[in-house]
């Protein structure tokens, strides 16, 4: 632990912000309802020697400091002020299991309690930073190439584009023509210029993807078809750009078309809020063709004009700081992650961290596959040598040894554990139809798309339930584990092998293979809809007009029919009847006591046929047909429920 902590994340602040930030908890931010506790107060020699407690001034949060020795449950619960029996069931909570209230606890365990009391607890050992970052900026700074993201609506080519800057041809290769992962690689574009192209989908579901390529980008080229203009991820993409505050050079693509209409996308951005520097904004804009080349230089040119009043600069020298973009499976290599170098120098033979997963370098291999010994700031490289798999968009940064990055691991885990916890405690009753579902795609990213667009289909009348997600094909374990929770299991662009589907059919267990995620998507919703009850359903049978009111004697009474002509379908007196008044529906649920053509009683009259009908008795006195009135016939029928019942679309 570090000196002088004082509180922050669960409780806990350390002196080293970045420690705090990218070590711990790099993916937990500060919220008002993760504090604790105030800050410390309490000295620090005195718990060095014994463990004490402090309070702010309105003498309501508490925090506590302790030696970084081990304690026993017993002097724990006396510390906390707690019966030693609830440090105990905390205890079991956090996954341990007691043996005894003698037990020694380390100084790690006693602050994860702390977590679960609600008590800051403070280690007065002093530790090094496990970063080593303490004389970073003492490091020389140099010119590093710029990071460049094309983002856009889905089909506004922006991979065509990267093609024709890198004379190569994706887009062919991509299943139902559209870009599923982020992509990176370099391109010389001479004079010695470099730059580092982020490629990112364009469909609806992949918005945390692009979310990423922003975080880690200088400039964003916005795509946008000349043809179509702005469209819904246009809107994002700028909008993206506006709040994580990166600057933005509009591409206007398919210039080439006849229908092409330039002019038609500035007054669309325009009136969306994106002014370009002919409207007296700062957005650089050109007009281009991905397929032809035209306008690319000058497209080119702009983002190395923005790229150089940004004064990018890194640290060759300085340990490495990169983000993962992607990770995917290989039966060779394990796991592999494609990562932007965003500071620093990443060389063979470096341990570092990764989110909750640690490992050592062992290969690195450039954008174009070959093996390189050392990857220096905003270099795209893909790195053999994790040995778990981290969530993507996790911070990846070198530590000085092994044991230094599994005292990192084993941290951040219990952090994630002891939150994990929390959650539970004051996780509510889910309700309706549950939709277990075991995901498995060919890359991280797509895992993460695929179960965001998943969890879009929950609502009150559906629960999608993400039981395991994953890169690569299912296994053996996944169809058990599917089959033990009545799941099943949905593959993105990954195939069951031959072992695991007969494994799956033998279970009875429904396997959704597609390569396009709208497809997958239909899939999933089709079987959801297949699984709900029936739902009754209004249909319509009949219509008729009331042309006139007159009343039969029958018995002692005069009774009320009224004289109809049929305009639509038939009207049986099985059916039930809606009476409606001009737009309003004044009546329903009625039904017919007799129909009658001229004087003959009869049990249904089609469209065209005059007719007179008696409703019977009617619960409102007050009502009474009036000519003009609309006479409905209607059928309750099961059916099976449509997306619009469900999802409204």
């Not at 062919?172 to 010695?192: C, P, R, Y």
């Not at 790229?307 to 973009?325: F, N, R, T, W, Y």
């Not at 799956?504 to 998507?521: D, P, S, W």
């Amino acid at each position: 632990m570090m000196a002088g902590r004082s509180q922050t994340l669960f409780g806990r602040r350390l002196v080293s912000h970045t420690y705090a930030r990218t070590v711990l908890a790099p993916n937990v931010r500060q919220t008002r309802s993760d504090v604790c506790c105030a800050p410390a107060t309490a000295s620090l020699a005195t718990a060095a020697a014994t463990g004490s407690r402090s309070s702010d001034s309105a003498g309501t949060a508490q925090t506590i400091t302790i030696p970084a020795r081990s304690s026993s449950v017993k002097d724990t619960a006396s510390l906390f002020g707690i019966r030693t029996v609830d440090v105990l069931k905390h205890m079991i909570k956090l996954g341990e299991e007691p043996h005894s209230v003698d037990q020694r606890l380390t100084s790690d365990m006693v602050e994860l309690l702390g977590m679960q009391i609600g008590v800051s607890v403070i280690v007065t050992e002093e530790q090094e930073d496990l970063l080593a970052r303490n004389n970073v900026d003492e490091l020389p700074w140099s010119i590093r190439r710029p990071i460049v993201s094309v983002m856009g609506h889905v089909d506004h080519g922006k991979t065509t584009l990267l093609d024709t800057l890198r004379k190569t041809n994706v887009v062919d290769g991509e299943a139902g023509g559209i870009t599923q992962h982020i992509s990176s690689f370099e391109v010389d574009l001479g004079k010695g210029k470099q730059v580092v192209f982020l490629d990112t989908p364009g469909h609806q579901a992949f918005s945390a993807m692009r979310q990423r390529g922003a975080n880690v980008t200088d400039v964003i080229i916005l795509m946008v078809s000349a043809t179509e203009g702005c469209r819904p991820q246009t809107l994002e993409v700028a909008k993206l750009a506006e709040t994580s505050g990166v600057p933005v050079v509009v591409a206007i693509n398919k210039c080439d078309l006849p229908d092409a209409d330039p002019e038609m996308v500035k007054t669309d951005l325009l009136e969306n809020g994106v002014i370009l520097e002919e409207f007296g904004g700062e957005i650089q804009y050109v007009e281009v063709s991905a397929v032809t080349g035209n306008g690319l230089s000058e497209l080119v040119d702009a983002v190395l004009l923005q790229s150089e009043m940004l004064e990018l600069k890194g640290q060759e020298e300085a340990p490495a700081e990169g983000v993962v973009i992607e990770l995917k499976r290989d039966k060779g290599f394990g796991t592999i992650s494609n990562v932007i170098v965003r500071n620093g120098t990443l060389q063979k033979g470096d341990f570092f961290v990764c989110g909750q997963e640690y490992g050592r370098v062992r290969t690195l291999l450039d954008h174009n596959g070959k093996q390189v010994d050392r990857a220096p700031p905003s270099s795209p490289v893909s790195v053999v040598g994790l040995k778990g798999q981290p969530d993507v968009g996790q911070d990846l940064i070198v530590v000085k040894d092994e044991g230094t990055a599994k005292t990192v691991v084993q941290r951040r885990k219990w952090v994630k554990e002891a939150r994990q916890a929390r959650l539970a405690r004051v996780s509510s009753q889910e309700e309706g139809l549950s939709v277990p579902l075991v995901v498995r795609c060919d890359v991280a990213g797509t895992v993460e798309a695929v179960v965001q667009q998943l969890k879009t289909l929950s609502n009150d009348s559906v629960n999608v339930k993400v039981l395991s997600a994953g890169v690569g094909p299912p296994s053996e374990s996944d169809v058990e584990l599917a089959e033990s929770a009545g799941a099943s299991i949905v593959c993105f662009s990954v195939r069951a092998p031959g072992k695991v589907a007969r494994a799956a059919r033998v279970a009875q267990v429904e396997v959704f293979e597609q390569k396009v995620i709208y497809h997958l998507i239909d899939e999933v919703k089709a079987k959801i809809l297949h699984s709900l009850p029936a739902v009754e359903k209004e249909v319509s049978q009949g219509r008729a007009v009331v042309s006139q009111m007159f009343s039969i004697k029958r018995g002692h009474k005069q009774v009320p029919v009224a004289g109809c002509k049929v305009i639509d379908g038939s009207i049986r007196t099985k059916h039930k009847i809606k009476v409606i008044r001009g737009e309003d529906v004044i009546q329903e649920g009625l039904s017919i006591a007799e129909l009658r053509v001229f004087k003959d009683i009869v049990q249904e009259v089609h469209n065209g046929m005059e007719c007179g009908i008696d409703l019977g008795k009617i619960k409102d006195d007050s009502f009474e047909l009036i000519e003009g009135d609309e006479i409905h016939a209607v059928i309750n029928e099961a059916s099976t429920p449509t997306a619009v019942d469900v999802w409204g679309y």
